[in-house]
T-cell receptor
């Protein structure tokens, strides 16, 4: 069974601070995805990482992928309140048919 | 361009009742998925489809059925609803041609309560 694990599950951080969310997965895959979900809302795609060493950045968020370690990170730089949300990583098997989601990291940025 | 549309948004069912959650997409996507999200949890794959006429089970298919008669529609059927099926259900699709690099596009979800 494919497992996707995130840590931490909950993160409370002050505005202006940096932090990293980790995503470990148990299957061979060259593709990893990050999503954001606001409370009561649907999921929004943030990043698509397609190969070992891939790095994507958008504003204060930067995602990276190490396929050998089966690890992706989502780094938050100088957090602001608007980043408060739940962040999910997801992996699809190399067949491309099935998407598996991590448990999510609930981020709260405190002014 | 509406994207992925789910109906209804909310529904309360009594134990043993049946219902169909509707999902339609207008992006001509081959791949479609149904997930459930329990409170404070991640998403679990129920069923998926790689094209019209083709469906397959995901991680948690028991108690559900699907069909895919057209590219656009992927309804999820609940037979004999149980309290354990109380959840938020998300339908999603991804593009054809290059499925390996396409993220999922999600609908807004259906919040289902079984009492």
């Amino acid at each position: 069974e494919l497992k996707v694990e995130q840590n931490p599950l909950f993160l409370s951080m002050q505005e202006g601070k940096n932090y990293t969310i980790y995503c470990n997965y148990s299957t061979t895959s060259d593709r990893l995805y990050w999503y954001r979900q606001d409370p009561g809302k649907s999921l929004e795609s943030l990043f698509v990482l397609l190969s070992n060493g891939a790095v994507k950045q958008e504003g204060r968020l930067m995602a990276s992928l190490d396929t050998k370690a089966r690890l992706s990170t989502l780094h938050i730089t100088a957090a602001v309140h608007d980043l408060s949300a739940t962040y999910f990583c997801a992996v699809d098997k190399n067949t491309g048919n099935q998407f598996y989601f991590g448990t999510g990291t609930s981020l709260t940025v405190i002014p | 361009n509406a994207g992925v549309t789910q109906t209804p948004k909310f529904r309360i069912l009594k134990i043993g009742q049946s219902m169909t959650l509707q999902c339609t997409q207008d992006m001509n996507h081959n791949y479609m998925y149904w997930y459930r999200q329990d409170p404070g949890m991640g998403l679990k794959l129920i069923y998926y489809s790689v094209g019209a006429g083709i469906t397959d089970k995901g991680e948690v298919p028991n108690g559900y059925n699907v069909s895919r008669s057209t590219t656009e529609d992927f309804p999820l059927r609940l037979e004999l609803a149980a309290p354990s099926q109380t959840s938020v259900y998300f339908c999603a699709s991804r593009g054809k041609g290059q499925p390996y690099i396409s993220p999922l596009h999600f609908g807004n979800g259906t919040r289902l309560t079984v009492t």
